[in-house]
């Protein structure tokens, strides 16, 4: 499978998992707060950081009839047009997030909501874009998207397989040819028996392309095992403190936690190495001590070996163990002290 670029960046099986932190709604509608999400997320070692592109005008209505207002979870008793009012990142902000990210040597792109955010991303010369779970069903908007021709992340969150199937043509008959699906799911927090992550190897097969996670569990364990699957992208919410609150702050990462994440997916992908029975460097030393045939007992010259004088022992510079059946029975050679290792030349033929 072909590697893809964002922001020079490769991304794919044979490179380290693409980490992205997703700031959503965590900057609290403070720029400076924003700035050092992007700052504490370079210093956790992150590839990039993900923001969310609309209005609450651009997203919904202001309305507070049935549907309008949420019914259980994180957000119970809120409208949707005030939520999304207060976690939006205003659009004055993204050039100087842009900017200041690309400074930072950090990746930096979005999710854009409507084609009015994708043409302020263009403007901003976006390296990619990322289609939120809620968002796959619009297939105007994937098209919108994929006509710019730039690398595309998908959220397969609360779709069945044949939304996803939808989502995936439709990108491609409008032009993208570099694609990414994550498997998602859409709750918040996700338990982790609800992951499933087998899912991901089951994405990449099925579509012919790469595969990720975006991660709404507690901690970093889930997105982790996702790397052992084969995932090549990572996306988990970011916070600098769940205390500081926030609409996403509650299943985000904090700085140190995301440090936790970008080592242990880098150490899980190491550790998948090739499929190999060679031997290792880390174990080259410890061959001496595997069993093998010793003397355990004087012998003279012509003795008969036994299980009283010729047993499998550590440490490993005798025969090895699976010759002592025939060995049982045959004589010394010569004379031999206990603690010797034996070899075919002390045997008499």
Known sequence: MDSIMIDGRAIGPGHPPYVVAEMSGNHNGDLSRAFALLEAAKAAGADAVKLQTYTADTITIDHDGPGFVIEGGLWAGRKLHELYAEAHTPWDWHKPLFERARALGLGVFSSPFDATAVDLLESLDAPAYKVASFELVDLPLIRRIAA?????????????????????????DA??????????????????????????PHLAEAFGVQAGLSDHTMGTAVSVAAVALGATFIEKHFTLARADGGPDAAFSLEPSELAELVSGARTAWAALGRVSYDLKPSESGNLQFRRSLYVVADMA?????????LR???????????????IIGRRASRALGRGTPLGWDMIES
Do not use: W
């Open 175 to 200: 032009g993208c040819r570099e694609m990414i699906l994550l498997h998602c799911v859409s709750g918040y927090p996700t338990a982790p028996e609800d992951a499933n992550l087998r899912t991901i």
């Open 312 to 326: 499998s022992i550590r440490p490993g510079f005798g025969l090895a163990p699976k010759y002592l059946p025939e």
């Open 301 to 309: 010259a012509g003795e008969a070996f036994t299980a009283a004088n």
């Open 148 to 172: 710019t021709g730039k690398p595309m992340i998908m959220s397969t969150g609360l779709a069945h397989l044949g939304e996803i199937q939808d989502a995936v043509a439709c990108a491609r």
